[in-house]
């Protein structure tokens, strides 16, 4: 596609609730980024693809979240029993292969009640 | 103490003026040194990119990277409603991994 697609554009989840985050990189973009972005910060790295290899996955905050990419193309993080600090709009990257140019989606904005 | 360090404002300015934005780092091996731009509710776009130490123009940009102070500074001159935004800057060690700042809001009013 001609841009990052990311859906749910919002979720809404109550604690303790499973979900799910689709990340449609560029077409042809080997690397992939899943970053978190709280509220008046930064984005946060948690985990990066090339093709469908996981080759840092350092930024995940607990073993509760879990990134995969099993194609090479399409990725989906996921985060289990979510809690209140989950909160955030999750971020995804992608870029050409050795380039650290990144072209980001919208986000995906994640409450947790 | 974080790698990147950046002022998160906000900083507000009246149309026309040059806005100075900064960020100082503490990893000596960044070589490579971005500022994005993001809007209300979107993702961060790329608005420039430098390799190393110097200046780069881009229009009303101006990147400055000064690796033996390990600051990075980015000008906007005759600023326009429309910059009004967050400013993120960002760097890496090696071509992959990014790191931000927290990010700098900015408001240009008419």
């Known amino acids: 596609g001609a841009g990052v697609s990311q859906s749910p554009r919002y979720k809404v989840a109550k604690r303790g609730q499973d979900v799910a985050l689709r990340c449609d990189p560029i077409?042809?973009?080997?690397?992939l980024f899943w970053y978190q972005q709280a509220l008046g910060q930064g984005p946060e790295f948690l985990t990066y693809?090339?093709?469908?290899?996981?080759?840092?996955k350092s930024g995940l905050p607990s073993d509760r979240f879990f990134a995969e990419r099993p194609e090479g193309s399409v990725s989906t993080l996921k985060i289990q029993r979510t809690q209140q600090e989950d909160s955030a709009v999750y971020l995804c990257?992608?870029?050409?292969?050795?380039?650290?140019?990144?072209?980001f989606g919208a986000g995906s904005r994640l409450t947790v009640l | 103490q974080k790698e990147v360090e950046q002022d998160p404002g906000p900083l507000s300015v009246p149309e026309g003026a040059i806005v100075s934005l900064n960020c100082t780092y503490s990893?000596?091996?960044?070589?490579?040194f971005m500022w994005y731009r993001q809007y209300s509710r979107k993702g961060p776009e790329l608005l420039m990119y430098?390799?190393?130490?110097g200046n780069k123009e881009d229009g009303r940009f101006t990147a400055q990277v000064d690796k033996s102070s390990k600051y990075i500074s980015l000008f906007i001159r005759d600023s326009q409603p429309s910059d009004s935004a967050t400013y993120l800057c960002?760097?890496?060690?090696?071509?992959?991994?990014?790191?931000f700042g927290t990010g700098t809001r900015l408001q240009v009013f008419p």
């Open positions: 990257a992608s870029s050409l292969a050795g380039s650290n140019v990144l072209t």
């Open positions: 077409s042809g973009h080997v690397s």
């Open positions: 693809f090339q093709n469908e290899a996981q080759l840092d």
């Open positions: 990893n000596s091996a960044f070589q490579y």
């Open positions: 430098t390799y190393s130490s």
């Open positions: 960002a760097m890496s060690a090696v071509t992959d991994k990014l790191i």
